[in-house]
């Protein structure tokens, strides 16, 4: 029943994070303001449809924190300790899943601790949407921290309506079969009415697990469905979009362009300004990219008097192990670069470990001339689609890898196997001397395949699909 202490909604958002930081930046006592990004501008439209909604989610520390409300959306905050973080968060989510669904980046790890920590946080996220979706409420839950949660939350309310996403890829079974709780995980996103995925070919891999398994059976041929007992789960591809007209915009408002054209000049107003922008993750493909550029320059087919590179690689996940290892290899690869090649003010790698604003994130975007999008795997890559919305003027040249999400729908950059450093090098050359009528061309078609899977239609979509859905 819905009390005024204990609102319940008839939409709650289940994510790993609140989107909402606190920030005493002000001086004062400090207050939640809400931190925009992909996954707020992708849900925050069809929230709206909703008469309420809750959001779910951890707030990154370790203090209990009473639910609230901002700016007309519930936030529920879950406590995760320090210790649980080091199992749920550092441990199962990002030693374990992480790896083994990105194809073994580096070896991902199993631990019985790990799995447990998992099950019991997830089990609290799975409560705390328990007790506040509203009777026949729809629950949307998201990504790989969060897998065990909807089948715990149909197990105590059969009643709702639940979606699940995975914002990374899905491996083929064969991978993840060696997982020992290969089953609870599966059988955790089963108990979802529609599970979404980035791909088609990472949710035909979650259908021919869940039928390997002997969890499922395949439902009529040619859907994407799948028959659980009595009850039949959809799984099929959402590709997530950006919020297109915002990068447009500010790509566009004049402020970028003095911002970029000054970016230009701090370089040495180089003939040809490189980026990529990551999270430092090695999944990214960071360091494949840095000894493409390196042998590019000892090959002396790149100038480093004409090319100037700049790579923001944003902290991450800085406490797992993996991620230092990644840290000091790209430390390392930066270094010799401009050891060999920079002259005194004027390196030919620029390198920015630290999160920049969104101003800046876009007058880079609109400097680049090139943008090295090259991970060994990726769910979709929002960077990749935020360059194209940003070349409004059509210029400039996306290399891409075969193997991020966005490669499906973005087939018309140069696409590269981040495994082949000659392909690379390569790529990166074809990018670099592009004319300009061939970079037209390419850039308007990309642009056209952003523009027609915008954000905001994606979360709608998903959420209305999840609508049909009989229960
Ligand atoms: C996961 C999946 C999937 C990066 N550095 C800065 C900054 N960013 C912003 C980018 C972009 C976002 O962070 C990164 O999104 P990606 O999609 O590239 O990658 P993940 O973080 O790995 O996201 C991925 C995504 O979920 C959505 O489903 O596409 O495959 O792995 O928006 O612009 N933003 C600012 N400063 C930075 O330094 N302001």
């Not at 799975?126 to 839950?141: C, D, I, L, S, Y």
């Not at 591809?237 to 790509?251: N, R």
């Not at 010799?336 to 030919?348: K, S």
Request: aromatic share 8%; with cysteine.
């Amino acid at each position: 029943m819905s009390t005024d202490t204990n609102p319940r909604s008839p939409l709650v958002v289940v994510a790993n994070r609140l989107p909402v930081r606190w920030s005493d930046d002000d001086g004062g006592e400090g207050s939640w303001i809400p931190s925009p990004g992909g996954l707020v501008a992708a849900v925050g439209p069809a929230i709206s449809t909703f008469d309420s909604a809750t959001w779910i989610g951890w707030t990154g520390g370790e203090d209990e924190v009473e639910p609230f409300e901002l700016e007309g959306l519930r936030l529920h905050p879950v406590a995760i300790g320090a210790e649980e973080k080091v199992l749920f968060y550092d441990g199962m989510s990002n030693g374990t899943l992480w790896p083994l669904y990105h194809d073994k980046a580096v070896p991902a790890e199993f631990h019985r601790h790990w799995f447990e920590g998992y099950r019991r946080i997830n089990r609290r996220y799975a409560e705390a949407a328990a007790a506040t979706a509203a009777e026949g409420g729809t629950v949307w839950v998201h990504d790989y921290q969060l897998q065990l949660v909807p089948g715990m939350l149909r197990e105590v309310r059969p009643d709702l309506r639940i979606g699940y996403f995975l914002h990374i890829p899905f491996p083929p079974p064969e991978l993840f079969v060696a997982l020992p709780w290969r089953e609870q995980l599966a059988a955790g996103i089963l108990g979802a009415d529609l599970a979404g995925f980035q791909t088609p070919d990472a949710a035909a891999n979650f259908r021919r697990l869940a039928v390997r398994l002997g969890l499922a059976e395949y439902g009529e041929e040619g859907s994407d469905t799948i028959i659980v007992g009595d009850r039949t789960v959809k799984a099929c591809a959402y590709p997530i979009g950006i919020d297109v007209e915002h990068y447009e915009q500010a790509a566009m408002d004049p402020a970028t362009t003095d911002r970029a054209r000054d970016l230009r000049a701090r370089l040495g107003a180089p003939q040809t300004v490189l980026l990529g922008v990551d999270r430092l993750d090695y999944t990214k493909g960071i360091d494949v990219r840095l000894r493409a550029v390196l042998e590019l320059l000892e090959d002396g087919t790149l100038d480093p008097g004409r090319v100037t590179m700049i790579q923001v690689a944003q902290p991450s996940r800085d406490d797992v192990e993996a991620y230092i290892t990644l840290r000091e290899e790209v430390d390392r690869l930066i270094g010799q670069i401009n050891g060999d090649y920079a002259r005194v003010g004027f390196p030919v790698v620029h390198y920015i470990h630290q999160d920049v604003e969104f101003d800046e994130l876009m007058a880079m975007y609109r400097a680049a001339d090139v943008m090295l999008v090259t991970p060994f795997r990726d769910g979709m890559n929002l960077v990749a689609k935020e360059y194209v919305a940003a070349r409004y003027d059509l210029t400039g040249a996306l290399v891409l890898s075969e193997f991020a999400g966005a490669a499906t729908e973005l087939s018309d950059a140069v696409l590269v196997n981040p495994y082949d450093i000659d392909g690379m090098k390569a790529a990166i050359l074809r990018a670099v001397s592009m004319e300009p009528p061939q970079a037209r061309e390419r850039m308007e078609k990309l642009r056209r395949a952003v523009q027609s899977n915008d954000a905001s239609e994606w979360g709608q979509r998903f959420l209305a699909d999840l609508g049909q859905i009989p229960i």
